[in-house]
């Protein structure tokens, strides 16, 4: 990112975009622009969307004769798309020409020895007297189709069972047997050697996400704002110090359909914070964070690096009392039913709402794209943190005004009631009076702004009203209100519908 360095880590850019084409929908062809990006890459390149996606970039080098080949390789995730694959070679003189590609997925596992040794006898390791004891079995049927409804049947001295009698002992593995999942290809090579070439594809299982720490350290408005970048490696393929970007933005991507069951979700939690910060620029209608060095992401892992470190934010708090409690518009028929209701938008509640407001701007020490993401807020009192509430932002451009909800205040309480309705259908008009009651209990001065929303009609005006008011929008209304310590006060109005 580009950030005030009196407020930032150092940081540095170690790689250029590496995606060249509009990222809203993947394509084998715009998967091979994104290799032309960058010819040379020692170590694995991962580009992590908030979408539970990647893109996977590797370098690899592959014996083969000169004409045709059949090769295979297995350092790939377990959630990969077969169909978003290119290979193409490194070097302009050495031509390779694939002419078919396999994904082989059936790794192998008992329920599947079972399978391939259905109606064939096996040994069994068998328990008697506590005695491990082998027993040799006939496979009727191994349940491997349908695991939940079909359990295994063995034929074993001259009675059928249920369920494994035991540990199924196998024959050797073969040198072939497929350990994990591996694409072979059939491809021609213009010479023999160790053909250079390099790989990307999208896999699944991939994510990231932005957690934000904002820190009050008194009352003033200051406060101190820190970020963490939070992905997660379920792909079922271990990374070692791989390049990292993260991508910022609603990306479209079709879904395909599973091919594996999900892994579960217990992750090993790893922290690791550095010295230089993460790097952002643009990207088409997206935005591109560069982690600042390698990484190891091990599959199953959860890991954290901190790309966000800055005091002296100003993050004001604000009170909002919107008391009108929100009404049910969908078992009304017409917008003639919600004026014509007298009990319509009188249903109330007393909570006044706790707000943070800061600007995404650089005169307030941001004024950079921040990733969607939680963001949690703490109070440092005379020994501790202490966390007060959280919510979520979405993604937000520099410039930007963020306003998040944080909880409801427990010393400042509102009060809402209609004092007054009539209407009159001949005439065309309606005429509806409000009284809302304020009560501060704090030991110091609160501001409280008052939101009310004309529900009744687009034509509308206040006849009475016992201070200004600001416009918010068509039909919302806004009144401040300052209150002094055990204070209350009272703001009334009255307003005329017409149609």
């Not at 390789?73 to 390779?96: A, F, G, H």
């Not at 020409?97 to 399978?115: C, D, K, T």
Request: with cysteine; charged share 25%; net charge neutral.
């Amino acid at each position: 990112m580009t950030l005030n360095r009196a407020s930032y880590r150092p940081h540095s850019s170690f790689f250029a975009a590496l995606l060249a084409t509009r990222p809203t929908l993947f394509t084998t062809s715009a998967l091979t622009a994104l290799l032309a990006c960058s010819s040379t890459f020692a170590a694995p390149s991962l580009t992590i969307y908030n979408g539970n996606f990647a893109v996977v970039r590797d370098t690899l080098e592959l014996p083969v004769n000169k004409g045709a080949n059949r090769v295979q390789y297995q350092n790939i995730t377990r959630l990969l798309e077969p169909d978003s694959v290119v290979l193409r070679s490194r070097k302009d003189d050495w031509k390779i020409s694939i002419q078919e590609q396999n994904f082989l997925a059936n790794v192998v596992s008992e329920p599947l020895l079972l399978h391939y040794f259905e109606g064939k006898t096996i040994d069994f390791e068998v328990l008697r007297d506590q005695q491990p004891v082998i027993v040799p079995g006939k496979i009727i049927r191994s349940g491997y189709e349908d695991p939940n409804s079909n359990s295994p049947i063995i034929e074993m001295e001259g009675k059928t069972r249920f369920g494994l009698p035991g540990r199924p002992l196998f024959p050797a593995l073969k040198d072939d047997t497929l350990l994990k999942p591996a694409l072979q290809w059939q491809l021609e090579s213009s010479q023999a050697g160790n053909a250079p070439l390099e790989i990307a594809y999208l896999t699944g299982g991939m994510n990231w996400k932005a957690d934000y720490n904002i820190i009050a350290t008194d009352n003033s408005d200051k406060v101190s704002l820190n970020g963490w970048v939070t992905f997660t490696n379920n792909a079922g393929q271990d990374f070692s110090q791989a390049n990292v970007k993260l991508m910022a933005g609603d990306v479209n991507k079709v879904q395909p359909a599973p091919q594996y069951r999900a892994k579960g979700m217990a992750m090993a939690a790893a922290m690791e914070a550095d010295t230089a910060g993460v790097t952002e620029k643009a990207l088409d209608e997206f935005h591109l964070y560069s982690l600042p060095r390698k990484l190891d992401l091990r599959d199953g892992e959860t890991k954290q690096v901190e790309f966000l470190n800055v005091t002296g934010v100003k993050a004001k708090k604000l009170f909002v009392y919107d008391g009108a409690a929100i009404p049910d518009h969908y078992r009304f028929q017409s917008p003639q039913d919600i004026r014509n209701d007298p009990n319509f938008g009188t249903q109330s509640n007393t909570k006044v709402w706790i707000m943070r407001e800061f600007k995404n701007a650089k005169d307030n020490g941001l004024g950079v794209p921040l990733p969607k993401g939680r963001v949690r807020f703490y109070q440092q009192d005379e020994q501790q943190l202490e966390f007060i509430g959280e919510n979520n932002i979405d993604h937000t451009p520099k410039d930007e005004t963020v306003r998040l909800y944080t909880g409801n205040a427990f010393d400042i309480v509102g009060e809402r009631e209609r004092t007054d309705y009539q209407i009159n259908t001949q005439e065309q008009w309606l005429k509806e009076s409000f009284k809302i009651t304020l009560k501060n209990r704090k030991q110091e001065k609160a501001s409280v702004n008052v939101v009310e929303h004309l529900y009744r009609w687009n034509n509308w005006a206040l006849e009475k009203k016992s201070q200004d008011f600001v416009k918010k929008n068509a039909d919302t209304i806004e009144f401040n209100v300052s209150l002094n310590p055990d204070e209350e006060k009272v703001v009334t109005y009255t307003a005329r519908y017409s149609w």
